[in-house]
């Protein structure tokens, strides 16, 4: 099938994406493993049976104290490393037994010695199977997805399974309501956490290593935000200026909601709803800690009021951001994949009418299917005349179409869509 994308970024190959892969396993010293051993594979059974492994990990370290930044390291890589590659472990151990399953990430995807394998899970691998040929076994993704990533991919579906086989970096946004980005690099550096400017986003930082962002003084003083490059160029797209009044229709706990903010250096007003009350609470406080709170209006009701841009940032199938959970992928059904079109056209159809003539609807979800994406915006401009698509506001090599479109193995970003409408004046 033709790929879908047509970003001018050059994708990386696949062996170097395995290469990534193996190279994080592989450089952990994995010599505190025998003292976790037990712990790890207890917790093992219920995430290979559906339970969530980010909770499971949060038990498992809360129960355990006294272990070490080794021992807890440890604990989450073979955690999170089994729950991830079962399907490949499988091939390689000829058994789904969590046992077997540690020792083959460690002997078959680390490529770690055989000796110290065994002497570090208690378990005699079995002879080596080469790696398997198709690439969901390859990269470990469940069948009930090969389908959809295929149809919105094409060719390059292995590259985007091979992708997210490997953490999303952590980035944050500078909050322009109190530092640039140059000042906030250099509080984060005297504060133990490097970093260097994102390519894309004006206000974005990758920071090296995985550092406890929330826990620096920075985080806690508001000067920034943790929020991924792609979603930083979507909130971009609303085009936000001081004087004018926004809506954030899909706002959850705010991040965009900030982002809009902070573009209109104090002058105007951000409304943002959300049916969900607690991530809006959440937002609250967070407005608050930005020195945004004068300008987010949150409301728990919309009124037929007038804005000069709305975003609909739609709940959606999050195929995009799979990267951020290493087992998210094994939980999620497919059979409900159908219910969220319905839904995010009918949050276009709200949007619309409270965008004034002139203004901006931007669209985004976090997914990289079509039917949630292409064919919702498709729908929505066949029965609204009066909106039209326009380019969205970014390099070339990040749009498809007109529509921003980021992918982690093109641009490292998660994945996003959005599309620029504007009313007729």
């Given at each position: 099938?033709?790929?879908?994308?047509?970003?001018?970024?050059?994708?990386?190959?696949?062996?170097?994406?395995?290469?990534?892969?193996?190279?994080?396993?592989?450089?952990?010293?994995?010599?505190?493993?025998?003292?976790?051993?037990?712990?790890?594979?207890?917790?093992?059974?219920?995430?290979?049976?559906?339970?969530?492994?980010?909770?499971?990990?949060?038990?498992?370290?809360?129960s355990?104290?006294?272990?070490?930044?080794?021992?807890?390291?440890?604990?989450?890589?073979?955690?999170?490393?089994?729950?991830?590659w079962?399907?490949?472990?499988?091939?390689?151990?000829?058994?789904?037994?969590?046992p077997?399953?540690?020792?083959?990430?460690?002997?078959?995807?680390?490529?770690?010695?055989?000796?110290?394998?065994?002497?570090?899970?208690?378990?005699?691998?079995?002879?080596?199977?080469?790696?398997?040929?198709?690439?969901?076994?390859?990269?470990?993704?469940?069948?009930?997805?090969?389908?959809?990533?295929?149809?919105?991919?094409?060719?390059?579906?292995?590259?985007?399974?091979?992708?997210?086989?490997?953490?999303?970096?952590?980035?944050?946004?500078?909050?322009?309501?109190?530092?640039?980005?140059?000042?906030?690099?250099?509080?984060?550096?005297?504060?133990?956490?490097?970093s260097?400017?994102?390519?894309?986003?004006?206000?974005a930082?990758?920071l090296?290593?995985?550092?406890?962002?929330?826990?620096?003084?920075?985080?806690?003083?508001?000067?920034?935000?943790?929020?991924?490059?792609?979603?930083?160029?979507?909130?971009?797209?609303?085009?936000?200026?001081?004087?004018?009044?926004?809506?954030?229709?899909?706002?959850?706990?705010?991040?965009?909601?900030?982002?809009?903010?902070?573009?209109?250096?104090?002058?105007?007003?951000?409304?943002?709803?959300?049916?969900?009350?607690e991530a809006?609470?959440?937002?609250?406080?967070?407005?608050?800690?930005?020195?945004?709170?004068?300008?987010?209006?949150?409301?728990?009701?919309?009124?037929?009021?007038?804005?000069?841009?709305?975003?609909v940032?739609?709940?959606?199938?999050?195929?995009?951001?799979?990267?951020?959970?290493?087992?998210?992928?094994?939980?999620?059904?497919?059979?409900?994949?159908?219910?969220?079109?319905p839904?995010?056209?009918?949050?276009?159809?709200?949007?619309?009418?409270?965008?004034?003539?002139?203004?901006?609807?931007?669209?985004?979800?976090c997914?990289?299917?079509?039917?949630?994406?292409?064919d919702?915006?498709?729908?929505?401009?066949?029965?609204?005349?009066?909106?039209?698509?326009?380019?969205?506001?970014?390099?070339?090599?990040?749009?498809?179409?007109?529509?921003?479109?980021?992918?982690?193995h093109?641009?490292?970003?998660?994945?996003?869509?959005?599309?620029v409408?504007?009313?007729?004046?």
């Amino acid at each position: 099938m033709t790929p879908r994308t047509s970003t001018g970024t050059r994708p990386p190959s696949l062996q170097a994406l395995e290469r990534s892969a193996r190279d994080r396993l592989a450089h952990l010293d994995w010599s505190s493993l025998p003292e976790v051993r037990r712990q790890v594979l207890e917790a093992l059974g219920p995430v290979l049976h559906g339970s969530d492994a980010h909770r499971a990990l949060t038990v498992l370290l809360r129960s355990h104290p006294s272990w070490d930044a080794s021992h807890r390291a440890v604990a989450a890589e073979a955690l999170y490393g089994v729950a991830l590659w079962r399907r490949r472990l499988t091939h390689h151990a000829g058994s789904e037994s969590p046992p077997a399953l540690l020792a083959a990430l460690l002997r078959d995807v680390a490529h770690l010695p055989k000796d110290a394998v065994r002497s570090w899970t208690a378990v005699e691998p079995p002879e080596p199977r080469p790696p398997p040929d198709d690439w969901p076994t390859r990269f470990s993704w469940p069948a009930a997805l090969v389908p959809e990533l295929e149809h919105a991919l094409g060719s390059e579906a292995p590259l985007f399974a091979a992708a997210c086989n490997l953490p999303g970096p952590i980035t944050v946004r500078a909050n322009r309501l109190r530092i640039d980005r140059e000042a906030l690099a250099r509080r984060l550096e005297a504060e133990g956490a490097t970093s260097h400017p994102a390519r894309f986003a004006p206000d974005a930082l990758h920071l090296d290593g995985r550092p406890n962002v929330l826990g620096l003084a920075a985080h806690q003083e508001g000067l920034f935000e943790v929020q991924d490059e792609g979603s930083q160029l979507v909130g971009m797209l609303v085009a936000a200026r001081p004087g004018q009044r926004v809506l954030d229709l899909c706002a959850g706990a705010g991040g965009k909601t900030l982002l809009l903010a902070a573009a209109l250096e104090g002058k105007g007003t951000v409304d943002a709803h959300d049916s969900d009350r607690e991530a809006l609470e959440r937002l609250r406080h967070r407005a608050e800690r930005a020195g945004a709170s004068d300008r987010v209006r949150i409301l728990q009701a919309l009124a037929d009021d007038s804005y000069d841009a709305v975003l609909v940032d739609a709940p959606c199938s999050a195929l995009g951001t799979l990267r951020r959970g290493p087992d998210v992928r094994w939980r999620l059904d497919v059979a409900t994949f159908g219910k969220w079109p319905p839904i995010q056209r009918g949050l276009l159809e709200t949007a619309a009418s409270r965008v004034r003539p002139g203004g901006r609807l931007v669209y985004a979800t976090c997914t990289i299917r079509p039917q949630e994406n292409e064919d919702v915006v498709g729908s929505f401009l066949q029965s609204h005349p009066e909106f039209r698509e326009v380019e969205a506001p970014v390099p070339a090599e990040l749009r498809r179409s007109a529509a921003l479109v980021t992918l982690p193995h093109l641009q490292g970003m998660d994945g996003f869509f959005g599309a620029v409408l504007e009313r007729r004046g």
